[in-house]
T-cell receptor
Framework: DAKTTQPTSMDCAEGRAANLPCNHS???????VYWYRQIHSQGPQYIIHGLKNNETNEMASLIITEDRKSSTLILPHATLRDTAVYYC?????????????FGSGTRLLVRP | DTAVSQTPKYLVTQMGNDKSIKCEQNLGHDTMYWYKQDSKKFLKIMFSYNNKELIINETVPNRFSPKSPDKAHLNLHINSLELGDSAVYFC????????????FGQGTRLTVV
């Protein structure tokens, strides 16, 4: 079973920031938070991951609360191509099996 | 170059047939996976191979048999196909023992009629 809870759907206007929340209240100390997305009919695509510090890359920013029980993925300037299902996943560091457990994700619709 | 490539992209076949889906990765990863995405869009892991050895085998009918001839390839063979096998199958790869991301192929849409 997925260890995360996400809203079923969200929308935002093109050019605005998209903030996607995720609850992972049972996360343990050695588990990272990963975000993937799946654009229609494509394979899942890695976005970002983090342990406890906020992270930023060319795609997004990840804000993790101090207690690590929740996080927010931020797409700073959403475009129509960011319309996708976004998955928040927790995974143990150095887990050799790399067993990603996908929940139902958040369907983000970016409006023109 | 495509990092993880699957063939075929679409596969339509009749019940009872045997079919294979091929997967190749050129990333030098030592771990490969098969995931199944059903009509309700849930993604579930089926198998994982590390250095050609099976390390994850979820509750999957034994009609499904993965085969890894080398680290760069993980093929999925399905015997006696059933209607319920219709789904999109994704291959993925990653480097074991790290927190690096997994790379997914573009999927194979299998339709059993």
């Amino acid at each position: 079973d997925a260890k995360t809870t996400q809203p079923t759907s969200m929308d935002c206007a093109e050019g605005r920031a998209a903030n996607l929340p995720c609850n992972h209240s049972t996360i343990s100390g050695n588990e990272y938070v990963y975000w993937y997305r799946q654009i229609h009919s494509q394979g899942p695509q890695y976005i970002i991951h983090g342990l406890k510090n906020n992270e930023t890359n060319e795609m997004a920013s990840l804000i993790i609360t101090e207690d690590r029980k929740s996080s927010t993925l931020i797409l700073p300037h959403a475009t129509l191509r960011d319309t996708a299902v976004y998955y928040c996943i927790v995974r143990a560091i150095m887990d050799s099996s790399y067993k990603l457990i996908f929940g139902s994700g958040t369907r983000l619709l970016v409006r023109p | 170059d495509t990092a993880v490539s699957q063939t075929p992209k679409y596969l339509v076949t009749q019940m009872g047939n045997d079919k294979s889906i091929k997967c190749e990765q050129n990333l030098g990863h030592d771990t490969m996976y098969w995931y199944k995405q059903d009509s309700k869009k849930f993604l579930k892991i089926m198998f994982s191979y590390n250095n050609k050895e099976l390390i994850i085998n979820e509750t999957v009918p034994n009609r499904f048999s993965p085969k890894s001839p080398d680290k760069a390839h993980l093929n999925l063979h399905i015997n006696s196909l059933e209607l319920g096998d219709s789904a999109v199958y994704f291959c993925a790869s990653s480097q074991a023992g790290t927190f690096a991301e997994a790379f997914f192929g573009q999927g194979t849409r299998l339709t059993v009629v």
